[in-house]
C-alpha cells in the first residue's frame, strides 16, 4: 500500500547516463507513414438473362448512382462484357459484391461481380 508522502508514478524507461567527455547518445525520432489502403474495383459482369432495367436498380440502390450514371454503367457492361460499379477498400468492395449476388439471387438472376484490386 502506498504512503501519502509517495505518490505512485509510472516508470520511466531509464536515460542513459552522461558521458564525462561530453559524448551523448541521442536517439532520432523516426516518422513512420502509413500507406494508404489497397483498392478494390467492383465488377459487374454480362449475362444474356439479367434484364437491363434490374441491373440499372441494383447500380442506384447499392452503388448511390443516378438514372444517367446507372444507365452508362449498364450499357458499358452491356456491350464490354463487364462494367466498373466503383472503387472501395477491400471490405466495402467485398460487401457490395455480396449485396448484389444477394439481390441477384432474391430475384432469380444469374447476375454476378467480383471485387478486383487495382494495381
Known sequence: MATPQSP????LP???PHEEDGNQVVLERQVHKLAPPPMYQVVMLNDDFTPMEF???VLQE???KDR???TQIMLKIHLDGRG???VYSRDIATTKVEQV????Q??????QAVCEPIE
Request: aromatic share 6%; charged share 10%.
Open 106 to 111: 432474391h430475384a432469380g438472376h444469374p447476375l
Open 68 to 70: 444517367e450514371q446507372a
Open 62 to 64: 447499392y452503388f448511390g
Open 55 to 57: 441491373v440499372i436498380v
Open 8 to 11: 505512485i508514478r509510472p516508470s
Open 101 to 104: 449476388l444477394q439481390a441477384a
Open 84 to 86: 466498373v460499379c466503383g
Open 14 to 16: 531509464e536515460q542513459a
